[in-house]
């Protein structure tokens, strides 16, 4: 067994108890483990403000991409047009899915450092009057950078369009009140701010729009109205289910809740931030992003100089009992260090003075 905790952006360091309810066996036609299955849509819609008339909520095994790609897969027609705004490499990958199914889209896309403006969209949206979703991803992994998911509800609801949001790293770790914003689908998953394991995402439909997809998908894994006309009626997947994964979930859920719930999960992952930000730019680390758009999910950092060797530098603090994340921008040389998981203030700070003591700064 590993020692080191992973800075990282999920999977990520879970608690001994979560991952303690992977020991047991369960089966999937179970009562006991269906009922799992139904207090984790319940919890899910609380955690989103969304009332169970208006909403519902669907599992889909595997990662958060294939939960991404079964809501473009099932919920856009071949009648519709889809607007993807992109400013990160996520964004960039439901492009890509759009481009797989065969579905109708347009790109707006911007810098990875900065926002969608929002007058350029409202352009967009009066000339191209056949299009009739919008999706966005909320927090960038790729930087980090939080989008304005206020301005682009805004537009939605003002043109009447489908909002599809892909929370995929932020949802659980801050405040979204979905039904207030207006959003549609909301999409994340199992291993990130609620502190799973990897193996499901979940989509926090609104019912009114899921209820028009029938006979959208292109495929059968992929369905998402099948996926939750199965699910609705007990609880049963409607194929084989990460049983092990959804018990750790459920877990990891009642531990939100014991920590205060998002505000004080959210408190927490904005702390980290804060630390490592302030650190490292003592010792010549800059971010990459602003302090003004920058999510307390996860912090890019620009290599201090054309010297720096990431893979000796990875390994020295791997060494000491943390894992670090690689850049995945083109323009800038960057690494990454997660805030959210099972990490505490004490384990930033340790961390910082790791990478201090390799560049030889005393604190």
């Known amino acids: 067994m590993n020692k080191y905790k992973l800075l990282t952006p999920g999977p990520l360091t879970t608690t001994s108890s979560v991952k303690e309810e992977m020991l047991l066996d369960r089966c999937t036609w179970d009562n006991d483990y269906k009922s799992i299955t139904q207090k984790i849509r319940t919890q899910l819609l609380e955690l989103a403000g969304a009332s169970p008339e208006d909403y519902t909520t669907v599992l889909m095994q595997g990662s958060g991409t294939f939960a991404v790609e079964a809501v473009m897969n099932s919920t856009i027609s071949d009648q519709d047009k889809v607007l993807i705004i992109t400013n990160g490499a996520y964004g960039e990958r439901?492009?890509?899915?759009?481009?797989?199914?065969?579905?109708?889209?347009?790109?707006?896309?911007?810098?990875?450092?900065?926002?969608?403006?929002?007058?350029?969209?409202?352009?967009?949206?009066?000339?191209?009057?056949?299009?009739?979703?919008?999706?966005?991803v909320h927090c960038e992994t790729t930087t980090g950078i939080l989008n304005p998911i206020e301005m682009v509800s805004k537009l939605s609801k003002e043109f009447e369009k489908t909002l599809i949001i892909d929370a995929m790293s932020s949802f659980g770790g801050m405040e979204i009140n979905v039904p207030e914003l207006g959003i549609d689908y909301l999409i994340s998953s199992a291993n990130k701010c609620i502190q799973g394991v990897p193996g499901f995402g979940f989509v926090i439909a609104r019912l009114e729009k899921l209820m028009a997809c029938e006979g959208n998908s292109r495929s059968l894994s992929f369905d998402l109205y099948d996926q939750w006309k199965e699910m609705d009626k007990d609880g049963k997947w409607r194929f084989t289910s990460?049983?092990?994964?959804?018990?750790?979930?459920?877990?990891?859920?009642?531990?939100?809740?014991?920590?205060?719930?998002?505000?004080?999960?959210?408190?927490?992952?904005?702390?980290?931030?804060?630390?490592?930000?302030?650190?490292?730019?003592?010792?010549?680390?800059?971010?990459?992003?602003?302090?003004?758009?920058?999510?307390?999910?996860?912090?890019?950092?620009?290599?201090?100089?054309?010297?720096?060797?990431?893979?000796?530098?990875?390994?020295?603090?791997?060494?000491?009992?943390?894992?670090?994340?690689?850049?995945?921008?083109?323009?800038?040389?960057?690494?990454?260090?997660?805030?959210?998981?099972?990490?505490?203030?004490e384990d930033i700070k340790e961390l910082c003075t790791i990478i201090e003591s390799y560049l030889g700064v005393k604190e």
């Open 242 to 345: 990460p049983t092990h994964v959804v018990a750790a979930f459920s877990k990891a859920l009642d531990e939100l809740d014991e920590e205060g719930g998002i505000p004080a999960r959210s408190a927490r992952y904005q702390n980290n931030n804060r630390i490592v930000r302030e650190r490292l730019n003592k010792i010549g680390f800059q971010a990459y992003l602003p302090e003004e758009k920058q999510s307390p999910i996860i912090t890019t950092i620009l290599f201090p100089n054309d010297q720096f060797e990431f893979e000796h530098f990875y390994s020295f603090v791997k060494e000491r009992g943390y894992v670090l994340y690689p850049g995945k921008l083109t323009n800038e040389n960057t690494f990454r260090i997660g805030n959210i998981g099972e990490i505490y203030e």
């Open 94 to 136: 439901i492009v890509k899915m759009a481009k797989y199914i065969g579905l109708a889209y347009r790109e707006y896309s911007t810098a990875y450092d900065e926002y969608p403006n929002e007058e350029e969209i409202r352009h967009l949206l009066k000339e191209d009057e056949d299009i009739t979703h919008i999706v966005m």
